[in-house]
């Protein structure tokens, strides 16, 4: 995700990191360079008969497609904005989760040091870490390695996530189990469990709604029809110009054509909020926050730091 001050003035037009126009600056200058082409021949053959091509169709085609444009735009934002509530209610369920474990769970103060995973009130907020951990590298598609889940589970537990095809709902049945011994020694009792189990029901359907958004994009035949129509129309734009604006048609071009590639490309970025790219959810730093919370909870004293942003991207 890019962090940075909204530019103002001519700082608009110079800012490149965080900008479309780095996706987009191949194919734009192709359309450029064809509108000057026809410009350019357009003006070589100004005495002869040539064919002209009216603006009409361009204008029965630009509104339309602009609106369409707007409308996937519009859905692919829902698409960024529900994963971006889903990870919230992830931070909201672990705080919850934490302080349940930590004081509803009848068991002796733990000593003071280093935390033992021998613990169940320990073990159920690392593994909730490690949960959020497990659910980013699977929505982004990382392979199953133990990045980041140093320490945060016992070493058999650990093993046996090795071999799991989702990980997230492997350490969420662990949980469950964890919870279910509580109840059988009486360290716990059915309203507090239920309390700490309405949790983890609440952490398991916002992973469930991310998987959601990541297995079901938007229909490629939907998304198909506007690259190949905004393609089109912007290729085509130079011949229906050239004649009632002449020498402005590849600035008039130019500007069009970064509107509607633009456009496209953003949707493109926004469709899938989970990846790694400048404008997609930071969810690096929305797990660090996550470890952060859960390791003061734990009494901790040597906590991660946030992360900040490297050249305006944070991720």
């Given at each position: 995700m890019i962090l940075r001050e909204r530019p103002r003035g001519w700082q608009l037009f110079f800012v490149l990191r965080g900008s479309i126009l780095t996706r987009i600056r191949g194919v734009l200058l192709v359309n450029v360079l064809l509108a000057v082409v026809v410009t350019a021949a357009h003006q070589a053959l100004a005495s002869h008969h040539a064919v002209l091509v009216s603006t009409i169709p361009f204008t029965l085609m630009g509104l339309p497609l602009a609106i369409f444009l707007g409308f996937r735009n519009s859905a692919c934002y829902d698409?960024?904005?529900?994963?971006?509530?889903?990870w919230g209610e992830l931070l909201l369920r672990s705080r919850n989760l934490a302080r349940q474990a930590l004081h509803l769970i009848d068991l002796p103060a733990p000593p003071p040091g280093p935390r033992d995973l021998a613990d169940v009130r320990v073990r159920l907020v690392l593994r909730t870490l490690a949960f959020c951990v497990t659910l980013k590298h699977l929505l982004r598609d990382r392979p199953a390695d133990d990045t980041g889940l140093d320490g945060l589970l016992q070493r058999d537990e650990r093993l046996a996530l090795a071999g799991a095809a989702n990980r997230p709902a492997t350490l969420m049945m662990n949980m469950g189990a964890d919870l279910a011994r509580c109840r059988r020694d009486g360290s716990l009792d059915s309203l507090r469990a239920l309390q700490i189990d309405d949790t983890l029901s609440a952490l398991t359907a916002a992973a469930a709604g991310c998987e959601r958004i990541r297995n079901t994009p938007l229909p490629f035949s939907y998304a198909l029809l506007l690259h190949r129509t905004a393609y089109l129309y912007c290729f085509l734009l130079p011949f229906g110009l050239v004649d009632s604006i002449g020498l402005m048609t590849p600035l008039v071009v130019a500007i069009v054509a970064y509107t509607f590639f633009g456009l496209d490309a953003l949707?493109?970025?926004?469709?899938?909020?989970?990846?790694?790219?400048?404008?997609?959810?930071?969810?690096?730093?929305?797990?660090?926050?996550?470890?952060?919370?859960?390791?003061?909870?734990?009494?901790?004293?040597?906590?991660?730091?946030?992360?900040?942003?490297?050249?305006?991207?944070?991720?």
């Open positions: 698409r960024f904005w529900e994963a971006r509530k889903l949707g493109d970025e926004i469709e899938e909020p989970f990846g790694l790219l400048a404008n997609d959810l930071p969810l690096d730093a929305i797990c660090r926050g996550i470890e952060i919370d859960l390791r003061q909870a734990l009494g901790d004293a040597d906590t991660p730091p946030a992360l900040k942003p490297v050249d305006y991207l944070l991720l």
